[in-house]
């Protein structure tokens, strides 16, 4: 899963930071001048709003490219919308219980900037995923590269790997190894007892694992097949590898295609 870009950079944090702000205010000034709430009123239901609407909108990154049909965008945003809204008339229930009667007016505002603001965002989301998938390396340029290179002489596979800790050396069987994931110029292994970093190439381990039992199901991990329960669709072209670790692993076209030749799906 792409890293949000909130995390990611600091600028998307200071930036979003001030845009929830700015929001936070017009939406107390609008609710003070034009519905005479009282500024305590007027503050707590736009920050209480607000600050449901920032929450969903910053979880909506994890649903982009996901969520495909139109009618559960639609949806999402209604009750996005609903939720951001219940927020504000819970907050002036327990202010002022019993006069309520200018929240219906606030209503069609709060909906046009919601609107607003969330297409905006989904838009920009959209945008920022979109150029993401380009920056990666598609698999199948890789793989076609790495066929087109000569092959390394025959040598025997693998039956444990070694890796040093220290002062210590760790043999890790097949059996006990999970998946394999690149790691820079290193890789990591991961076990049912642990993690352990090895300096060794993801090349390496493809020609050097028995290939019936592991599979490179993207260009950064190699699976073992055997800890594999389910294969889902995760997004247009790629796919997730379920172990029975409960652990979700990315898999690209050609990788999900590698997996149904393997394992006879």
Known sequence: MQTHPFINSVFYRIAGIMLASIA????????????????????????????????????????????????????????????????????????????????????????????????ILAQWYFIRWKEIRKEEPSEDSLVSVETETSLPPEEALLDRISVKDGTRIHLIRL??????????????????????????????????????????????CIVNSGEIIRVELFGKDSYQVRLKTGVCLRASLTGYRLLKERLSL
Request: glycine residues 10%; aromatic residues 16%; charged residues 10%.
């Open 24 to 119: 936070c205010c017009t939406g107390a000034l609008l609710l003070y001048y034009y519905e005479h709430t009282g500024w305590l009123l007027a503050w707590l239901d736009s920050l209480v709003s607000v600050g449901l609407f920032s929450v969903s909108g910053f979880l909506l990154w994890y649903v982009t490219g996901v969520l495909r049909p139109i009618q559960a965008q639609i949806a999402l945003t209604i009750g996005v919308l609903a939720i951001s809204t219940i927020g504000g008339y819970m907050v002036g229930t327990l202010i002022c219980p019993g006069r309520m009667e200018w929240f219906a007016s606030t209503i069609p505002f709060r909906f046009l900037f919601g609107l607003l603001g969330w297409i």
């Open 175 to 220: 059996d006990e190894l999970l998946y394999i994931q690149a790691s820079g110029d290193y890789v990591t292994l991961f076990t049912s007892t642990g993690q352990y970093v090895k300096e060794q190439t993801m090349k390496y381990f493809e020609t050097h694992l028995p290939e019936n039992a592991f599979i490179r199901i993207h260009r950064s």
